[in-house]
């Protein structure tokens, strides 16, 4: 059958068009803020990048990447996300409570996926864990606090006060500061806090614990990740044991930590962007956690501040960090 010269064009084009539809638009662009630049906020960094590119979503097929951080300061964070909104990417990637905030104050539009994120619901970045039907969707890094008081316990038995340094500006650290009032009596111990606002300020905040306390227990906050080895200097010149949540703080000078694999978190946070990639809305994806918790011990910082480890702790944990 012969056709007329235009309907074989317009069914050449149809055929086409047909083609480019079914084939993945692999050339998309996602934008990626992170508070500040630390060991595990970067690996939550490298996961996302490294989930992409599993998708087949790489520079070299036309991926657009683009990194920022905010070096600290919500100011920037704020800077960062205005930017991101006005490039107009397919997904904004935002690590840690602060950049997570910024962006979701910055779009109501463009899909955003926080990750690193202790607590998305008192941040008000979704109304609640399950799907939020707004644009906003993503990995929280929260862990059982009573979890980290029975780490507190096998660290230092004998502990009664428990210091914490936090910076009372972070949404994720205040969250974890009330709970810990709460819970720590339950245990027959009490929580002695130090604020620090800045990075700058860990170090005083530590100092100020000398002699007010046992242990000293630090989440997940920025500032003292940020400026951990500061407070490393305070818990090994005065003896006092330093438990942290960041497994990467305790290659740096805490005696132990039971916290999320941050690269896997990445991964876990990469995956949710390919769905939206692929056009799932974010509104329809509900919120995330990581169940997979890994121990790692230090006992050369545990002989520094005073305190020798137990063979079960030591056999249990999934790292020792030498």
Not at 42 to 60: F, I, M, N, P, R
Not at 72 to 97: L, Y
Request: a neutral charge; hydrophobic letters at 45%.
């Amino acid at each position: 059958m012969n056709l007329h010269p235009v309907l074989r064009t317009l069914a050449g084009t149809a055929a086409v068009l047909g083609a480019l539809a079914a084939a993945p638009a692999l050339a998309q662009s996602v934008a990626v803020t992170s508070i500040v630049e630390h060991p595990a906020l970067d690996a939550v960094k490298d996961g996302v990048h490294e989930a992409l590119a599993s998708a087949g979503y790489t520079e070299a097929k036309g991926l657009k990447w683009q990194f920022q951080t905010a070096q600290g300061n919500t100011a920037i964070a704020a800077q960062i996300a205005r930017k991101f909104v006005g490039d107009k990417p397919d997904v904004i990637v935002a690590i840690a409570t602060p950049s997570a905030q910024a962006v979701v104050a910055a779009t109501k539009t463009i899909p955003v996926v926080y990750s690193a994120v202790t607590d998305p619901v008192a941040a008000q970045l979704v109304p609640g864990w399950e799907a939020s039907g707004t644009n906003v969707t993503g990995v929280s890094d929260a862990l059982s606090l009573e979890k980290q008081i029975d780490l507190i316990k096998k660290v230092v038995p004998d502990a009664k006060k428990v210091g914490m340094v936090y910076n009372p500006g972070e949404a994720n650290s205040v969250v974890v500061v009330k709970r810990l009032r709460e819970l720590l009596p339950q245990s027959g111990m009490s929580l002695v806090e130090a604020t620090a606002a800045r990075t700058v300020d860990v170090g005083a905040a530590a100092r100020s614990l000398v002699g007010k306390v046992d242990v000293i227990y630090t989440n997940t906050d920025n500032n003292v990740v940020s400026a951990y080895e500061s407070l490393v200097k305070v818990g090994n010149s005065a003896k006092i044991p330093l438990v942290a949540s960041d497994t990467d703080s305790v290659k740096r000078g805490a005696i132990a930590a039971l916290g999320v694999n941050y690269h896997d978190l990445g991964v876990q946070t990469g995956k949710l962007a390919v769905r939206i990639l692929k056009g799932e809305k974010p509104g329809a994806i509900p919120s995330e956690t990581s169940s997979k918790l890994e121990l790692y011990v230090n006992p050369g910082a545990a002989a520094q501040q005073g305190v020798t480890l137990s063979d079960a702790l030591i056999k249990s944990a999934a790292q020792v960090v030498k």
